[in-house]
Structure formats: C-alpha cells, structure tokens
T-cell receptor, first 114, second 116 residues
C-alpha cells in the first residue's frame, strides 16, 4: 500500500498570505489528523477529520482550518500567515475506529514564512 | 492533564551496545502508548505500540519497549545499536482522556546518536 502523501513538500510564503496544504491518506483510511512541529513547541495536534467531519480540534487560532473530501483526502489552510507559523506540518492517517489505532504519518510540508 | 516526558534530550551509545530511550507518562485511565522515529527531513515512522497484555512489546527494526504501570514508564530498547538507528525518537500517548480518538500527545523527543 502506498503511504501517506503530502504536497507540497516545501513552501515559502510571506506574512499576511494564506496557504493550503494537502494530504492523501493511506487507501481505506478514513481519519486524517494534522500536527504542527516546531523546535520550540514540539509536536502539537491541530485537528482531526473523519468521514468529512471535524471530530477533534487542538488549541490553535481560527486562522488554522481544514476540510476533508469524500475520498478522505484532506486539506489544511492557514490564513494571514505569521512568522511563528513556520513549521513542519505533518499529516497522519488511520482507520479512525478507536484509541488503539495506529496513526501513519506523511513526510510533512515544510512551511517557511518570511 | 495528560503528558509525556522524555527526560533525556540526547542519548549517545556505541554501535553494538544496547540502547535505552526513556519515556514516562501521566494520564488518567489506561494509556495507549506509541513510539515513533523521525529521520532528517522525514515524517514520523511508527515503531511499536502498547495497548494491553504483555508488558514487553516488540516492534520494527529490532526495537522493543517495556511498559511498567507502577513506574508509569514505557522505555524503548534495542539489544544492539546500529549507526543507522541515529535519529529523533518520540514517545506518545493517547486515551479516552486525551481529547479524542486520534489526538496523540507527544514527548519532546530524544535524539539518539550511535557512534561507530
């Protein structure tokens, strides 16, 4: 099975712009979660989508949003970019059926905000 | 609050020697524990998980982890380290109190350096 894919791998934006990141889960997986990784804050949960519905959300401002399509692909959007949004954004997929599910991560999108 | 601690920022070990990367957790209820590894410019790769049952869990690439409920620990181990094991290792926990099915709470990570 193909793994989780994320596009683009690298992105450079300027403050105030917006950005959209894409994630394609493992075939058959219905849950997609997003995480932000920074040197200072480590790995932090952004949100999770399951069957096109946001099921869970972390403590991030409303500038961070996402959606999931009927084929389970997911996008996350960050509006009005700030310098502090520079990070590695990781997407993870799983079957989404329970706490024992394993999440499988994609390679990430490295976002740099100038 | 649910939390995971990885007390060592870096672990250094000689190739061929056993390695241990430490993890302790603080959660309400039963924990589901995970170890992931991250190589430079890569995402996280799943190594192993503890759900229930045998306290010794075996995973990928010769890694294993021991769950100790009384010490609230889940240390990652490998009998003989390889230079290629050098990477960043993350411990994570999830349960019904962590805020949702797929909300993993991660430790800060431990950098493992294996020297030839």
């Amino acid at each position: 099975k193909a793994g989780v894919t994320q596009t683009p791998r690298y992105l450079i934006k300027t403050r105030g712009q917006q950005v959209t990141l894409s994630c394609s889960p493992i075939s058959g997986h219905r849950s997609v979660s997003w995480y932000q990784q920074t040197p200072g804050q480590g790995l932090q949960f952004l949100f999770e989508y399951f069957s096109e519905t946001q099921r869970n959300k972390g403590n991030f401002p409303g500038r961070f949003s996402g959606r999931q399509f009927s084929n389970s692909r997911s996008e996350m959007n960050v509006s009005t970019l700030e310098l502090g949004d520079s990070a590695l954004y990781l997407c993870a997929s799983s079957g989404g059926q329970g706490f024992t599910d394993t999440q499988y991560f994609g390679p990430g999108t490295r976002l740099t905000v100038l | 609050a649910q939390s995971v601690a990885q007390p060592e920022d870096q672990v250094n070990v000689a190739e061929g020697n056993p390695l241990t990367v430490k993890c302790t957790y603080s959660v309400s209820g039963n924990p589901y524990l995970f170890w992931y590894v991250q190589y430079p410019n890569r995402g996280l790769q799943f190594l192993l998980k503890y759900i229930t049952g045998d306290n010794l869990v075996k995973g990928s690439y010769g890694f294993e982890a021991e769950f100790n409920k009384s010490q609230t620990s889940f240390h990652l181990k490998k009998p003989s380290a390889l230079v290629s094991d050098s990477a960043l290792y993350f411990c994570a926990v999830r349960n019904s109190f962590s805020g949702g099915y797929n909300k993993l709470i991660f430790g800060a990570g431990t950098r493992l350096a294996v020297h030839p």
